[in-house]
């Protein structure tokens, strides 16, 4: 199979949105991922940056499903690759070379037990309150890195029984990955995923 992202035009309107979105936070890279006929886009919201960084890594992930099956597994600028949509190109993926730290380990394919449901409301809430809990540990003028230490901090709490973590709220409302229905939310292999209406975020 050929190493090449081919999606309808659809699926192509929706990527972009997802990457104007994962703009804003992160390092400005993709991972993108198939063995068949389901990509899977992967994102950071925040990453670890190594062994010594034991901060939070959240992730966001959609799968979009292809015009025809593919085999790859190669981490893109987000930029180049949110340009090339817009085109209307197909997306030749290159081999995975140089990968960020966040990318070289992935969540596992099995194994994922169910932990809770949390309602659609209270993850707002809960995003609401991380917000206000990174304000508030802020100094006067803080610079972006000041600011990206203290939302990590933040992030970093699980903030419901089903182990959600204040970063998955974050990351599910700034994505706009929440519907009506109550948000299913599993484990596996230290990995915490958080499953809403139009992607997923997973911690760890």
């Not at 930029?79 to 990968?99: F, M, N, Q, T, Y």
Request: aromatic share 4%; no cysteine.
């Amino acid at each position: 199979m050929h190493a090449i992202l081919t999606l309808d035009e659809r699926a192509r309107a929706d990527l972009v949105l997802l990457l104007d979105r994962a703009a804003v936070f992160g390092d400005g890279t993709v991972r993108l991922a198939a063995d068949g006929d389901v990509a899977l886009i992967t994102t950071p919201m925040t990453a670890s940056s190594g062994l010594l960084d034991t901060g939070p890594t959240v992730l966001v992930a959609r799968a979009s499903r292809m015009r025809e099956p593919a085999r790859f597994d190669g981490v893109v600028a987000l930029a180049a690759l949110r340009d090339a949509l817009r085109e209307g190109a197909d997306i030749e993926i290159p081999d995975a070379v140089g990968r960020p730290a966040w990318a070289a380990v992935s969540p596992p394919r099995g194994g994922w037990a169910h932990t809770g449901d949390v309602d659609a409301a209270a993850v707002r809430a809960l995003a609401t309150q991380a917000a206000a809990d990174v304000e508030a540990s802020l100094p006067a003028s803080p610079g972006e890195p000041v600011r990206r230490r203290a939302e990590r901090a933040v992030w970093a709490r699980a903030v419901h029984p089903s182990g959600l973590t204040a970063g998955q709220a974050a990351a599910l409302v700034a994505m706009r990955f929440l519907g009506d229905a109550p948000v299913r939310v599993t484990e596996s292999g230290g990995w915490i995923r958080a499953s809403g209406r139009a992607g997923e975020v997973l911690a760890r």
